[in-house]
């Protein structure tokens, strides 16, 4: 069975979402939930749900012992879902090639440092697109930037306000992370 480690700092919906997928199809488990928020909706569920959680600091983070700890685990993949820091070069280069991230909007458009939450849904709805939707990524050393894996759409419409349009994107997001990494797991 593939293990994976969930990084997280917000609501945790989309944590809650990889974990119920998998716990129904079996084929792997969420073994460790890391955040960087004392305070975070994402660690009631880790703990609703029975996984272990860590909340780091920046410090033990950028620690290179940090790396060697979460390999402890054996995770297939590093998924980061609401986790707002950037991964370090050392993590980065552990897990080459198997570290995920969501973004809320069709990357490279509203990527970037400080492009997150309704920071993107304002944007894409300020600049009158007609689209937005949901990018599901590999991971690199810079913000928002490794390959693209799976983008879906959504149509924003003229009567959407930010809170609209970001119901419709977790919406994407519940449905095609935890499949996308299903799919990516077949190939681990
Ligand atoms: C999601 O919209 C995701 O795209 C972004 O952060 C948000 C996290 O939401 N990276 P939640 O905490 O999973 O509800």
Request: one cysteine or more.
């Amino acid at each position: 069975m593939h293990s994976l480690i969930v990084f997280a700092s917000g609501a945790g919906s989309n944590a809650r979402a990889i974990i119920d997928y998998f716990k129904q199809t079996g084929r792997a488990k969420v073994v460790l939930i890391v955040s960087n928020k004392q305070d975070a909706g994402v660690l009631k569920i880790a703990a609703e749900k029975g996984i272990p959680s860590i909340v780091v600091d920046k410090n033990v983070f950028a620690d290179t012992g940090f790396a060697k700890q979460l390999e402890s685990y054996n995770p297939s993949l590093l998924v980061l879902a609401g986790f707002l820091w950037k991964i370090p070069q050392d993590i980065v280069h552990t897990f080459n090639g198997r570290i995920v991230n969501i973004h809320p909007a069709l990357l490279p458009k509203y990527g970037g440092k400080g492009m997150y939450g309704h920071h993107v849904h304002r944007a894409v709805i300020e600049n009158g697109d007609e689209h937005s939707g949901i990018t599901i990524h590999y991971v690199d050393e810079v913000y928002d930037n490794g390959a693209p894996i799976v983008q879906a759409y959504c149509p924003v419409l003229s009567s959407y306000n930010a809170d609209e349009l970001a119901m419709q994107i977790h919406k994407l997001e519940h449905y095609y992370y935890p499949r996308t990494i299903d799919y990516l797991l077949q190939n681990i």
